[in-house]
């Protein structure tokens, strides 16, 4: 007795699914559950990435770093016309190494990397365990996992927006640090004090949170209603957990992540 070979999955198709996941979960994920796919999954993953990048990059563009041999103290948030000026050293005089260099670079290509691939990990782990608690099919959690990072993608996207259009205003960010302070992870907590104090940046900043958070949650449910093939009451209570459990995994990863570039 033979069985027809599932219907293959073609790029128009795969595109089509990455760019409506994250608007329309419901309906994709059902037809994701019928023809699973594991590229438009990995697909997501790398741009989740770029967009990861994006908003990062929005930032550090404005970065010019100063160097000095002193003590690292609580760092000093001046605003000085369109400049946002960061001290975090005991110093009297600097040396400008610039704008962040390539290696700086690469290394927020890792974060943004490293980021996208634990996002991923934690929805398929929260998915498995949510659904499995519900005693749903754990069957294409997987690749439903790896297209609910299209949410994320928009999420992402529209920070970067968020981030240039609040940031205009302002020429540079200068970042007085100390010489061994020049990781990644240092400049970027410097810089997120240093727009702290924009106008009308945080509100906005936010109410995006709050709108994704809802919406994440409104994704992780349809993943487990139509991947998981449980009843929409249970899905719900099923979403609401595999959110948590993600986002409680991802945060925890990404800070060990980050910790290291």
């Known amino acids: 007795m033979t069985f027809p070979k599932p219907e293959e999955v073609g790029p128009g198709e795969v595109v089509k699914r990455i760019l409506l996941a994250g608007v329309d979960p419901f309906r994709v994920f059902a037809e994701i559950s019928r023809r699973p796919d594991s590229v438009g999954a990995f697909a997501c993953m790398l741009m989740l ?6 908003g990062n ?3 550090v563009s404005k970065v010019v770093l100063y160097a000095a041999k002193g003590e690292a103290v609580k760092p000093e948030v001046l605003s000085i016309g369109d400049v946002r000026r960061v001290v975090a050293v005991n110093a009297t005089s600097f040396r400008r190494v610039g704008p962040l260099n ?3 670079y690469a290394a927020l ?3 943004s990397l490293g980021y996208a691939l634990v996002t991923w990990i934690a929805w398929a782990l929260a998915l498995w365990l949510s659904v499995k608690l519900v005693g749903g099919s754990t069957g294409p959690v997987v690749v439903l996992s790896g297209y609910m990072l299209s949410a994320k993608i928009y999420e992402n996207l529209t920070k970067a927006v968020i981030l240039v259009v609040y940031l205009k205003g302002l020429s540079r960010i200068e970042l ?5 302070a020049q990781r990644v992870n240092t400049v970027m907590s410097l810089v997120s004090l240093a727009i702290a104090e924009v106008s009308g940046l945080q509100t906005a ?3 995006h949170m709050a709108f994704f958070a809802v919406w994440n949650l409104v994704v992780s449910t ?4 139509q ?4 009843a929409l009451k249970r899905s719900i209570v099923s979403g609401v957990i595999a959110y948590i459990l993600a986002s409680s995994i991802q945060s925890i990863a990404y800070t060990l992540i980050a910790s290291t570039i």
Do not use: D, P, R, T
Request: proline content about 0%.
């Open 102 to 104: 390539e290696e700086h």
């Open 205 to 207: 900043l936010l109410a």
């Open 49 to 54: 990435a770029v967009a990861h990048f994006l």
């Open 227 to 230: 991947g998981g093939l449980v």
């Open 176 to 180: 007085f640090i100390a010489q061994s």
């Open 222 to 225: 349809a993943a487990v209603y």
């Open 109 to 111: 290509n890792m974060l």
């Open 57 to 59: 990059s929005s930032l």
